[in-house]
């Protein structure tokens, strides 16, 4: 089983699996890393995307976009949306498969956590200030950032030949970083529809004790505005020819 479809499905999952895990540490009680903080969650949501790339370019997809914002800026400098759909596919199937073992591997703990909100912000995001037009504006702007600076990481004006072999990934993994600490305390920076939108609906059908409602009313912000943002990061790159 090696394809570009596989490779998406496997990283992604792989990324919200340590993503999602690392917010379940520090959220839920009886967890040794309860209260940990921003930093263990910017830090651990870092290397998820570290290992989740590394785990996609293994299975078959050199590209690693595990987002359908990368994906979509891919598309539009490219100008070929021939994979985008069964990209995408891969990807939001994978971000549930990811949050849905962070359910079982948390089993014994969500009876401890009391609060609603805790169990939910495991999976997917929220405003911290509650300003549906500033979060979406904190979503399209995160994404940009993400897409321009990974562009910029493999540009020639960089490198001529690119970021030496195993040297991007952790590139990218330290740009995660950055844009967590430095723009994620608006939002909880999905910067990633199907980080968002895959664990939320497993949130919504799991069988999690005092979960709670699963916000659907804030889920289009986390889906269209990091799409937006991919979308104008896109077109930057296709004019700047990056």
Known sequence: M?????GEFMGTLVLVLLGNGVCAGVAL?????????????TTGWALAVLCGVLVAQAFGSPGANLNPAITLSSAIAGGDFSQLIYLWSAQL?????????????????????????????????????????????????????????????????????????GV???????????????????????INPARDLGPRLVHALAP????????WSYAPIPVFGPLLGGALAGLLLHIAHL
């Open 2 to 6: 090696h394809s570009v479809w596989f």
């Open 29 to 41: 009680r009886k967890s040794y890393a309860a209260d940990a903080g921003w930093m263990v969650i």
């Open 93 to 165: 199937l994978g971000a549930m498969g990811g949050a849905a073992l962070t359910v079982v591997h948390y089993g014994p703990h969500w009876q401890h956590t009391p609060d609603p909100a805790s169990k939910l912000g495991i999976f997917c995001t929220n405003g911290a200030v509650h300003s549906p037009l500033f979060n979406f504006i904190s979503e399209v702007i995160g994404t940009m950032v993400l897409v321009i600076v990974a562009g910029a990481i493999g540009s020639h004006g960089v490198s001529a030949t690119g970021p030496a072999a």
């Open 168 to 190: 991007g990934q952790w590139l990218v993994a330290s740009l995660v970083w950055g844009i967590g600490l430095s723009l994620g305390g608006t939002t909880g920076y999905a």
């Open 208 to 215: 999690i004790p005092g979960k709670g409602g699963s916000n």
